[in-house]
């Protein structure tokens, strides 16, 4: 197959587009639309979000040292996309969107969106100011999880939650399920076994 080279760009494609929900020390509270988030680390449990200094939500976080991921759902999308697009310096995305901040359970400040399925509530451990945008890495100090997405064993099923995914400007919800991690290299039960 014949390939363009281009220069230089972010094309790592799809991402989770998350709500990002934030609040400081006088009571102010937003939700900014994040799509460059990522897991940084699994042991101590540590995510990172990328924003604008510009971004009304940038003071709020690097002001307080802590915010919430709110994992979307095709339910959320519509709000998901109108928090990114308007401010918090213009509106209360709260009220706009009828949404619920509700508390973490381990933040002082930063309340999760009762809405979202999952909700990761982190503690800033750094700021890298990169260029165009300042990286915030974090720590994940615990995670709400709707009680509707456990399975009879008490497990996530996340393919529940019809979550949605963005890509090159567009929103996808997830759907066909192709496998499971590690699948590629699982050996199969030997046929006819487990049958009489």
């Known amino acids: ?3 363009q080279v281009w220069r230089g760009g972010n094309m790592l494609y799809p991402l989770p587009a998350v709500m990002v929900s934030c609040a400081n020390a006088a009571g102010e509270k937003n939700i900014v639309t994040v799509a460059w988030a990522g897991t940084v680390c699994t042991n101590p449990p540590m995510l990172s979000i990328s924003l604008r200094p510009e971004r009304h939500s940038y003071g709020i976080i690097r002001e307080s040292g802590e915010f919430v ?11 998901c996309d109108w928090c990114g697009v308007r401010s918090g310096r213009d509106f209360d995305k709260w009220k706009e969107c009828r949404l619920t901040p509700a508390p973490a359970s ?10 979202s ?4 509530e982190c503690a800033v451990r750094d700021v890298l100011e990169l260029g165009s945008h300042h990286l915030f890495i974090a720590d ?4 709400q999880v709707e009680e ?10 996340l393919a529940r939650a019809n979550l949605t995914a963005y890509s090159h400007g567009e ?6 399920r192709l496998g499971s991690f590690g699948y590629s290299v699982r050996k199969r039960a030997p046929r006819g076994r487990g049958r009489r």
């Open 1 to 3: 197959m014949a390939k």
């Open 69 to 79: 991921v709110n994992l979307v759902t095709a339910r959320l999308q519509r709000a």
């Open 106 to 115: 381990s933040l002082e400040l930063a309340p999760i969106i009762a809405e």
């Open 117 to 120: 399925p999952v909700s990761l």
């Open 140 to 143: 994940v100090r615990a995670v």
């Open 148 to 157: 509707d997405l456990l399975d009879a064993r008490g497990r996530l099923d």
């Open 171 to 176: 929103y996808f919800e997830l759907g066909r």
